[in-house]
């Protein structure tokens, strides 16, 4: 099945640009998805990227794809103390459950 | 986008009661709900899969007895933890996905406490 995995923290000073990897093993995962949660909340969908794409952008997030390598990143530029939160890579199909990575806490540091 | 909302958002109950959380798509019909587990600082671990009219499919590991998971209508999936025990608490979040769309809209999550 599905293994999604992606670094557990991430340091940033704020006005800097943060990158978040990740990275999954199924190649017939179709979307792929970036999630926000902040503390003692659900989930936020940010962004997600068809696999059939390389990149995409909306604002200040740009999500970047390396389908050979199954790598996924999401950039977030202009990084404010508002963005500290956990990011959550997924991957999946169709009609199938996503498959959550571990989650990345981004701490921002004004 | 859509809107899915979780309720209640946190609850504390005695050893041995029962709780029902709802979770409920606001502005779509949802023909699948998924409901996620997540221990602190962990990530979501899938429970069970669950299509309208249909009865759930669960993960292995979970108790279907002890989470019991409804999903009568296409706007309405309830996750009831019977007996509940204290190794129960944890945060339960639900996500909505409409028969066409790509992505699957997240409720806000309920934390359960059991005392």
């Known amino acids: 099945g599905e293994d999604v995995e992606q670094s557990l923290f991430l340091s940033v000073r704020e006005g800097d640009s943060s990158v978040i990897n990740c990275t999954y093993t199924?190649?017939?995962?179709?979307?792929l998805y970036w999630y926000k949660q902040e503390p003692g909340a659900g989930l936020q969908l940010l962004t997600y990227?068809?696999?059939?794409?390389d990149m995409k952008q909306d604002q200040r997030l740009t999500v970047l794809l390396n389908k050979k390598d199954k790598h996924l990143s999401l950039r977030i530029a202009d990084t404010q103390t508002g963005d500290s939160a956990i990011y959550f890579c997924?991957?999946?199909?169709?009609?199938?459950?996503?498959?959550f990575g571990k989650g990345t806490r981004l701490s921002v540091i004004a | 986008g859509a809107v899915v909302s979780q309720h209640p958002s946190w609850v504390i109950c005695k050893s041995g009661t029962s709780v029902k959380i709802e979770c409920r798509s606001l502005?779509?019909?949802?023909?699948?709900m998924f409901w996620y587990r997540q221990f602190p600082k962990q990530s979501l671990m899938l429970m069970a899969t669950?299509?309208?009219?249909?009865?759930?499919?669960?993960e292995q590991g979970v108790e279907k007895d002890k989470f019991l998971i409804n999903h009568a209508s296409l706007t309405l999936s309830t996750l009831t933890v019977t007996s509940a025990h204290p190794e129960d608490s944890s945060f339960y979040i639900c996500?909505?996905?409409?028969?066409?769309?790509?992505?699957?809209?997240f409720g806000q999550g309920t934390r359960l406490t059991v005392v």
């Open positions: 669950s299509n309208e009219g249909s009865k759930a499919t669960y």
């Open positions: 996500s909505a996905r409409g028969r066409w769309d790509t992505e699957a809209f």
């Open positions: 997924a991957a999946g199909s169709g009609n199938t459950p996503l498959v």
């Open positions: 199924d190649s017939s995962s179709t979307y």
């Open positions: 502005d779509f019909q949802a023909t699948t």
């Open positions: 990227i068809f696999s059939n794409m």
